[in-house]
């Protein structure tokens, strides 16, 4: 079962994941992702401290947008990943194509960055 809560906060849309993101829970990722990319927001946090468990099929959510993510000049950082999460996204290379911050200080200061 998944959980995802998006909150706009001075400028900053932070999409909140919890819990396991498969085939069928993939689709909510996809829409709030989506969302906040077609809306307009230049500065995204996912936070994925309470995430379990990601299939392929969550994982290939984040590939779906890394080139609107450029396109579109968006910094979009995901943190908070447990151990097992962030070493399916290094297997993958993920994360030499998205940022990936272990804390929520580490990632607000990404965004911040000029």
Do not use: P, W
Not at 4 to 10: A, C, H, M, Q
Not at 16 to 38: F, M, N, P, Y
Not at 68 to 88: Q, S, T, Y
């Amino acid at each position: 079962m998944i959980h995802i809560e998006s909150i706009l906060n001075d400028g900053v849309k932070t999409i909140r994941v919890g819990g396991d993101v498969d085939a069928s829970s993939s689709i909510q990722l996809d829409t709030e992702i989506k969302s906040a990319i077609e809306g307009g927001d230049k500065k995204i946090l996912v936070d994925c401290s309470k995430l379990n468990y990601i299939s392929s099929a969550g994982l290939g959510v984040f590939m779906s947008y890394i080139q609107d993510i450029e396109a579109n000049n968006v910094k979009l950082v995901i943190f908070g990943l447990n151990e097992k999460v962030l070493n399916v996204f290094e297997i993958l290379g993920l994360n030499q194509l998205l940022k990936i911050e272990n804390s929520t200080e580490a990632a607000k200061a990404y965004l911040n960055e000029i």
